[in-house]
């Protein structure tokens, strides 16, 4: 049993499916006061943050505490979540056609041992129909996600190629995790 300090809906589904127990309960961190030079450096620092705000509140003596955070960057820019619905239609435009990477960063800490990982899986899109933008904005599918982007949703079908776990890209590296409980059983 863990406690996952995020209220992402997917990373609770991604430890459902990899069959870990949890608890989800989490403080929120201000992402907005991160000043970083690069996606890896901007997705490192939040998940610091958060880490270090949940460990206060929670501690990890009852549960192992995970924490993670996911960026999306294309064209050597951080792609945050979307304002609203004019700057997810501007972030999809930079994703169209585009090899686009998604960075997750995880602290997995337990009273004894902390694991940091940084993972990216790397998309290559087809450009995408304006059409179905158009219908998955109206959908609001996309509120809530880093980039705007859903690659087990939307983006699905516009995936050329693939590099990396879809897990990672999710916003949580369930692999990697998984090997890590295991040498820790």
């Given at each position: 049993?863990?406690?996952?300090?995020?209220?992402?809906?997917?990373?609770?589904?991604?430890?459902?499916?990899?069959?870990i127990?949890?608890?989800?309960?989490?403080?929120?961190?201000?992402?907005?006061?991160?000043?970083?030079?690069?996606?890896?450096?901007?997705?490192?620092?939040?998940?610091?943050?958060?880490?270090?705000v949940?460990?206060?509140?929670?501690?990890?003596?009852?549960?192992?505490?995970?924490?993670?955070?996911?960026?999306?960057?294309?064209?050597?820019?951080?792609?945050?979540?979307a304002?609203?619905?004019?700057?997810?239609?501007?972030?999809?435009?930079?994703?169209?056609g585009?090899?686009v990477?998604?960075?997750?960063?995880?602290?997995?800490?337990?009273?004894?041992?902390?694991?940091?990982?940084?993972?990216?899986?790397?998309?290559?899109?087809?450009?995408?129909?304006?059409?179905?933008?158009?219908?998955?904005?109206?959908?609001?599918?996309?509120?809530?996600?880093?980039?705007?982007?859903?690659?087990?949703?939307?983006?699905?079908?516009?995936?050329?190629?693939?590099?990396?776990?879809?897990?990672?890209?999710?916003?949580?590296?369930?692999?990697?995790?998984?090997?890590?409980?295991?040498?820790?059983?």
């Open positions: 049993m863990l406690r996952l300090a995020s209220s992402s809906i997917t990373r609770a589904e991604l430890l459902r499916e990899a069959g127990s949890f608890i989800q309960e989490s403080i929120d961190f201000d992402e907005d006061s991160i000043i970083a030079s690069s996606p890896k450096n901007f997705v490192y620092q939040a998940t610091l943050g958060k880490y270090r949940n460990l206060e509140k929670f501690g990890c003596s009852d549960y192992p505490l995970l924490v993670a955070d996911t960026v999306v960057t294309a064209h050597g820019k951080i792609l945050r979540k304002k609203d619905e004019a700057d997810a239609r501007a972030i999809l435009e930079m994703q169209s585009s090899d990477a998604i960075i997750t960063c995880m602290i997995y800490k337990t009273s004894r041992l902390e694991l940091m990982d940084i993972s990216s899986t790397h998309y290559f899109f087809d450009v995408f129909d304006p059409h179905e933008v158009e219908n998955y904005l109206r959908s609001g599918e996309w509120r809530g996600k880093a980039g705007a982007c859903m690659v087990e949703g939307f983006c699905k079908s516009y995936i050329r190629e693939v590099r990396g776990f879809e897990s990672t890209a999710m916003g949580l590296s369930v692999e990697v995790l998984k090997t890590f409980l295991k040498e820790r059983s």
